[in-house]
Nanobody, 124 residues
């Protein structure tokens, strides 16, 4: 079966950085678009970032643009979200996801596989 597992979350202070990782197994995602989403308590799950199958196209939510960078290593079936200058509004459960259609998209419904989430907590 297919599994996506996030790691790298934790408790940080405002202004700090984190790098989240997603490790996939059971399917080769080298031709898939890959994404990151987040969900804060009481809020809808929202788009954060996505990257095309070849890594040449990236999309970011306005709220993280300039502070986050998505990347991938197809040979390892992994992808990453580097987050800098974190603020309390970034606190959420972060989910990695894969879209077998290889062009990056922002809509949650486009993604076929999801991880279980990793918690990011930001203290002021």
């Amino acid at each position: 079966q297919v599994h996506l597992v996030e790691s790298g979350g934790g408790l940080v202070q405002a202004g700090d950085s984190l790098k989240l990782s997603c490790a996939a197994s059971g399917r080769d995602f080298s031709t898939s678009a890959l994404g990151w989403f987040r969900q804060a308590p009481g809020k809808e799950r929202e788009f954060v970032a996505a990257i095309s199958w070849n890594g040449e196209i990236t999309y970011y939510a306005d709220s993280v643009k300039g502070r986050c960078s998505i990347s991938r290593r197809n040979a390892h079936n992994m992808w990453y979200l580097q987050m800098n200058r974190l603020n309390p509004e970034d606190a959420a459960v972060y989910y990695c996801a894969a879209d077998i259609q290889g062009l990056p998209r922002r809509g949650i419904a486009n993604y076929d596989y999801w991880g279980q989430g990793t918690q990011v907590t930001v203290s002021s």
